[in-house]
């Protein structure tokens, strides 16, 4: 019982970080239906900055992921300004396919600038904070910080996106583009604004990621890959559905390793994925396409 | 029924000149083992599967519109189905029959559930299929000899193996050209422009995606057998990796999906590039095929084929328009067609 | 119409002969192969191509390598190729170093895997190989004649820090934790005989697969068995990964072992952690052996550290062996080196290398632990540095 209530806390957990991550995913494709291939490169590139942060300037984790956050937000916009932009407006199929050029195109340009700038190797921040045992089980408190920290981003997202005019217009412009026009949104601002968001927290989450493992120049695909997973499993779209989805894929990963074995593990993640897609292809919590 | 259908835009003197084009290319590939270094035979060799790999991919994604994204399962399973076989003592005869055979059932026992999803969608969920095939490889280490992968004597000069190679990627080339100007063909595009009224038009949809989902499946695998008897190794990344998974997609959106030559323009294209790229330049290779991937997703994003920077010289060479790319006019023929 | 045909055709042909034009001769040695500079494995090999390049500096400021039969010196030049850590690419660019670039001698690329495909071209065309960091024993399994590697075989990898443990005898049992990659399993498999013949027992036994990022339910496995040891069977990525969470959760093995951790890497991510964490190294500053103010000069050259790469440096003995087997044998003729490396006892900074049949050869890492931020060799007695520690805090 141990066993299995350690293995549910490190899935939970988990879980918090890979919907972090997964989140701006969600953001960019929800809205934009702009598949981004390059998002988990920009959590890579803020895994290094928080890296530099603490081996230089002696920054803690998060304040330096507040800091990647808000750089993020801006590498995003002028990703948007310069490439997404010109896509925008055509037609869905195109679009698809031109996003998924553009933008490994970006994944593979940050990818091996990344590794030739830095000169290879991984690494990760070495940052430790105490551990919390109760009861026989070990709750490290920098995941405990972040489990509490992704809870307060989701009830934030939430509020800013039900409360706040700014907030609707985005969802307005994520269920009909052309309708949101019509009452006055500039969707084109607003695609903006979410495109940035989403590369601003994947960019925060890179420096949480770096703490808690470790990071190199090319692992930026496989990540953007199972937090596309993720998205789909909760629901594109929809931020509580990201949060079920990291937590579901999270705690199949840790059971599956705990009880069949670990090399079993990605399999479960691709079939869940695949079962969601032919049962439910919204999504778990997404809302049915139209 | 047995009216077989070419596309309008096809005039007849402009067909000609795109098989002697064909022609020509394949009397050049024959020679190359004769004039040309052990490199040269190499490089054409993975020309070959790359141009098989992308235009088979093409067949799914350009003609109707669901990228197969897990594509290069079908040269992965290949190539284990033909080493497998070889070790366990089967010989090269039964291997070469088996292959085909595996994976065509494979790719139909995966469409069924499958094609019930749509774009981005479906894309996602073949990719899944491919990453299950990459760890099932990597975990029936008994079958597939897990991450250390599957090796088998070398036995046959690379002579064998390239012009095996060459023979499929041709017929993939003549497989495309077929499907473009049959019926089939055309099922398939009304398929891409409006699912629903294509059902309704009489289109088996399902029958006629699965066929082509099978028809895609048989090229590739004969490639991956070719790949395996010609570098005797292979193991879960190089049969299922990312790298082999992208690398036709690319290919084909680069040079012009839903064309003929669009996949052949893209692959060589690529192919070229990186051997000049990465035989003359030391760093920052990726850099530049990822800056050539991002210039041609905005500039020309029907790719290659249907830019409008190139069409004019498109035009004074003669090469002929996209097949099939004006639905309305396939559409109208179609309904004409019908008792 | 058709002359539009004949002209495509020409263009296309036209831009294949530039594209594929071979480097000019030239009057040089010149050694070809191919590296996992980009990709997955260049978390290891990233350096790789400067490496060589210093070397081939520092052996060229030196004057070269004399053959006997041309009566002078000849400067080296390594031709080397990224080959993306693809298997593919490696034997596409090993075709080229055979037939465009003329290549004298072909070194094996480091990275089992694609050292496995690569080796097949070498037997198909007769060209000797000498491979550096690819030690499977799968890989020279196969009855190839034209391989040969300098490295002892990847079972062997650990035997040193075993026969210590063996002879201190404080430690009696081990958790094994293994990524699931080629070259890893190969140092498990070895593990498991070595620990067994030094008295050690294997409590908990893990294969895990190499993209992991939960280890949760592994270290709560090792916690509950309680071993005094912890082998690591993996790469830096991996290493750093497990080691960061089994901290966080509590495990605090007296002795924590990673098969290929380079210091600096290990450092940076873990810290005060680090602290204690014994590993294998090829070769450290201070060691004398072979030609080793070769390899410090080409150090000095690149200013990369020795510990942090301490894969990409195994290509300096098969360089060093490629270079006594020209010396011995008196000219570039490829058999007569190939039999001069076969039949000689070469000494290399690493160690002296002997051809063992079958393509094994005889280098072996030392073990080595970090301790107060300072990185020792720790067995044999006679090329150590410092003691172990043991407890490692």
Same mark, same amino acid.
């Given at each position: ?152 981003? /989701? ?136 | ?22 022609? !020509? ?155 473009? /100007? ?158 | ?120 071209? !070498? ?9 550096? !960091? ?125 098969? /290929? ?133």
């Amino acid at each position: 019982m141990d066993i299995f209530l350690q293995v549910l806390i490190g899935a939970v957990l988990q879980g918090a970080l890979y919907t972090l991550g997964a989140f701006g995913l969600s953001l960019s494709f929800g809205v934009l239906k702009i598949l981004n291939l390059s998002h988990g490169d920009f959590l890579t590139l803020g895994g290094f900055l928080g890296f530099f942060a603490l081996t230089y300037l002696g920054i803690n984790p998060f304040l330096s992921a507040s800091i990647a956050g808000l750089l993020g937000c801006g590498l995003g916009w002028l990703f948007y300004q310069g490439l997404i932009s010109r896509i925008v407006g055509r037609s869905f199929r195109q679009m698809l396919t031109t996003s998924v050029m553009i933008t490994l195109g970006v994944s593979l340009i940050i990818e091996d600038t990344t590794s030739f700038l830095w000169g290879g190797g991984s690494t990760g921040i070495p940052y430790q904070l105490s551990n919390i045992e109760w009861g026989g089980v070990v709750f490290p408190l920098l995941r405990v910080t972040l489990l509490a920290g992704t809870v307060f981003l /989701t009830i934030g997202l939430h509020l800013f996106l039900t409360r706040t005019y700014i907030g609707r217009a985005v969802v307005a412009a994520s269920m009909n583009p052309v309708g949101a026009t019509v009452v006055g949104i500039d969707t084109r601002f607003v695609g903006m604004l979410t495109f940035a968001l989403g590369i601003g927290l994947a960019a925060g989450t890179g420096v949480f990621y770096a703490t808690l493992y470790s990071i190199e120049p090319f692992m930026g695909l496989g990540l953007t890959l199972k937090y596309l997973a993720i998205i789909i499993v909760g629901g594109m779209g929809s931020l509580p559905g990201a949060l079920l989805g990291g937590f579901i894929i999270a705690a199949s990963e840790s059971y599956t390793t705990y009880y069949i074995g670990a090399q079993w593990s990605p399999l479960i993640a691709f079939t869940i994925l695949i079962l969601a897609l032919l049962i439910r292809p919204q999504g778990l919590l997404g809302k049915a396409e139209a | 029924m047995t009216a077989k259908f070419t596309c309008p835009e096809v005039r007849r003197s402009k067909r000609r000149s795109g098989l002697i084009l064909l022609a !020509a290319a394949m009397a050049g590939a024959a020679l190359v083992p004769v004039l040309g270094t052990s490199y040269h035979i190499s490089l054409v060799f993975f020309l070959f599967i790359s141009i098989t790999l992308a235009s088979t991919y093409d067949i799914l994604a350009g003609f109707t519109g669901y990228l197969n994204l897990g594509h290069a399962a079908f040269f992965g399973m290949g190539a284990y189905v033909f080493g497998i076989t070889i070790q366990a003592g089967g010989g090269t005869a039964l291997a070469l029959v088996l292959t085909p055979i595996v994976t065509v059932i494979f790719s139909v026992a995966i469409a069924y559930p499958l094609f019930r999803l749509r774009g981005a969608y479906f894309g996602i969920a073949t990719f899944g299929v491919l990453n299950v095939m990459g760890v099932l490889a990597t975990n029936l280490r008994d079958l597939t000899g897990g991450t250390t992968g599957l090796s088998i004597p070398p036995t046959v000069s690379t002579e064998i193996t390239f012009y095996m190679a060459g023979v499929v990627c041709f017929a993939a080339i003549l497989l495309n050209t077929w499907i473009a /100007t049959s019926r089939l063909g055309l099922g398939l595009l009304a398929t891409r422009e409006d699912e629903e009224v294509a059902e309704g038009s009489g289109i088996g949809t399902m029958r006629i995606k699965i066929y082509a989902m099978a028809l895609s499946a048989v090229l590739p695998s004969f490639a991956g057998a070719a790949y395996m008897w010609q570098t005797t190794y292979i193991d879960p990344a190089s049969g299922f990796g990312s790298g082999v998974a992208f690398a036709p997609v690319i290919m084909a959106m680069l040079g012009g999906s839903g064309t003929v030559i669009g996949p052949i323009i893209g692959a060589i294209f690529l192919t070229v590039i990186e051997e000049v790229l990465w035989s003359h330049v030391g760093y920052l290779q990726l850099t530049m095929y990822g800056i050539v991937l991002v210039c041609v997703g905005i500039f020309m994003p029907g790719g290659l084929m249907r830019s409008n920077y190139f069409a004019k010289f498109y035009a004074r060479i003669g090469l002929p328009d996209h097949y099939g790319y004006q639905p309305s006019r396939l559409l109208r023929i179609m309904s004409e067609d019908s008792k | 119409m058709k002359r539009r045909s004949w002209k495509i055709l020409a263009a296309v042909a036209a831009l294949s002969v530039i594209a594929m034009a071979p480097a000019s001769a030239q009057d040089v040695i010149k050694i070809g192969v191919t590296a996992p500079i980009t990709g997955g494995l260049s978390s290891i090999y990233s350096i790789q191509g400067k490496l060589w390049d210093a070397w081939t500096q520092a052996q060229n400021e030196a004057g070269g390598i004399f053959v006997k039969s041309l009566n002078k010196k000849l400067p080296i030049k390594i031709v080397y190729y990224d080959d993306k850590s693809d298997p593919k690419v490696s034997v596409k660019f090993y075709e080229r170093l055979i037939s465009e670039d003329k290549v004298d001698f072909l070194m094996g690329p480091p990275g089992s895997p694609i050292a496995f495909a690569a080796s097949t071209v !070498a037997e198909r065309y007769k060209f000797p190989m000498i491979h550096g !960091a690819a030690s499977d024993p799968q890989i020279f399994a196969r009855d190839f004649h034209y391989i040969q590697g300098v490295l002892g075989p990847a079972t062997d990898w650990s035997h040193y820090f075993f026969e210590m443990l063996g002879k201190e005898g404080k430690v009696k049992t081990a958790a094994l934790v293994v990524e699931d990659s080629l070259y890893s399993r190969g140092v498990a498999v070895g593990v498991r005989q070595l620990a067994e013949k030094n008295g050690i027992k294997i409590v908990v036994d893990q294969t895990i697969p190499a993209d992991n990022q939960d280890f949760t339910a592994i270290t709560s496995q090792i916690k509950q068995a309680n071993p005094d040891l912890v082998y690591v069977a993996t790469f830096p990525p991996f290493y750093i990964r497990f080691a960061k969470q089994a901290a966080e959760l509590g495990l605090h093995p007296k002795a924590l072992h990673c098969s /290929t951790c380079s210091a600096v890497s290990v450092r940076n991510g873990l810290g005060a952690e680090a602290n204690g964490i014994t590993g294998e190294v090829f070769w450290i500053p201070g060691m004398k052996l072979g030609d080793y103010k070769m390899l410090e000069r080409a150090l000095e050259i690149s200013g990369l550290d020795p510990v942090q790469w301490t894969f990409a440096l195994i290509s300096i003995p098969a360089l060093e062996v490629i270079r006594v087997g020209i010396e011995k044998a008196g000219t570039l003729d490829r058999e007569a080196v190939y039999a001069a490396i076969q039949s000689n006892e070469i000494p290399t900074v690493m160690g002296t290398f002997k051809a063992m049949g079958k393509g094994i050869g005889t280098l072996n890492p030392l073990p080595m632990q970090v301790q107060d931020g300072k990185v020792g060799v720790i067995f044999p007695p006679e090329a150590k540095t410092m003691d172990y520690k043991f407890p490692r805090n």
